[in-house]
């Protein structure tokens, strides 16, 4: 089973650099180069964090720990960088931060299975909401918020997530509609999580949260969909008793 999700996540992979090729085919050199470092470290991320799942969740479980630190890190070094504005801003968002952390660490420790099946769910969406704003996507959601995010891309994303808990259900949900209840949460809840981000950075006039990740814009950047699309399932599981 485990062989054959990884077999379907490298087509995904090989469809989204398909995907990749045809977004910047006609982009200038430099513009083009910094979106394939962003591909591959991307590609590289979610090796790195399925195989912790695989192996031991445990490292997973670490994994989370190094995510939740880097990112009060970043919260802070964008307060202390524009000279402690917004004070009160800074305590919710970090407030609210925090809450989320929770929820994430204590997704880490749920079944292998769970986290396997949320991982992946989220991961699709992310990978497929970028590639199909960019091919497709033209009405801009929050154009002062976050500038490239489109409902093309949303739907796109959401359309191929969906599709893909048809078969990742086996991973963890009894039957087909706690696997979409599930997945549809963690789409609305990694959506609101990076734009949530975005806000945050436009509040503080910065472009990204750190230069930690080649050709991401920091943790936070990469990370802020897992964290709320993980703290969903653990709302899911501990609170709901799904």
């Excluded at 790195?48 to 990112?71: C, E, H, K, M, Q």
């Excluded at 950075?201 to 990204?208: E, F, G, S």
């Excluded at 943790?219 to 969909?225: G, P, V």
Aim: glycine share 10%; hydrophobic share 50%.
């Amino acid at each position: 089973m485990i062989r054959t999700i990884y077999i379907i996540i490298l087509i995904y992979f090989l469809l989204g650099g398909i995907g990749f090729y045809m977004i910047n085919r006609k982009k200038e050199p430099k513009v083009a180069r910094k979106s394939y470092t962003k591909f591959i470290t991307y590609f590289f991320i979610i090796n790195s964090l399925f195989f912790s799942i695989i192996i031991n969740p445990t490292i997973f479980r670490y994994l989370s720990v190094l995510i939740i630190g880097a990112g009060f890190l970043e919260l802070f070094k964008l307060f202390r960088e524009t000279g402690f504005q917004h004070k009160s801003f800074f305590l919710a968002s970090v407030i609210v931060f925090a809450f989320l952390s929770i929820g994430f660490y204590f997704f880490s420790g749920l079944a292998q299975g769970l986290i396997l099946f949320s991982f992946l769910v989220l991961s699709i969406f992310d990978s497929f909401s970028q590639i199909t704003g960019q091919l497709w996507g033209r009405k801009k959601i929050a154009p002062e918020i976050s500038p490239k995010k489109t409902y093309g891309g949303l739907i796109g994303g959401a359309l191929v997530a969906l599709a893909s808990s048809f078969w990742l259900d086996k991973l963890y949900a009894e039957n087909i509609a706690q696997s979409l209840l599930l997945a549809a949460g963690i789409i609305v809840f990694a959506f609101t999580g990076d734009i949530a981000a975005s806000f945050y950075k436009r509040k503080y006039k910065q472009k990204d949260f750190s230069n930690l990740i080649p050709g991401h814009g920091g943790f936070l950047d990469r990370f802020d969909s897992l964290l709320a699309g993980g703290a969903w399932i653990a709302v899911c599981m501990y609170l709901l008793k799904f």
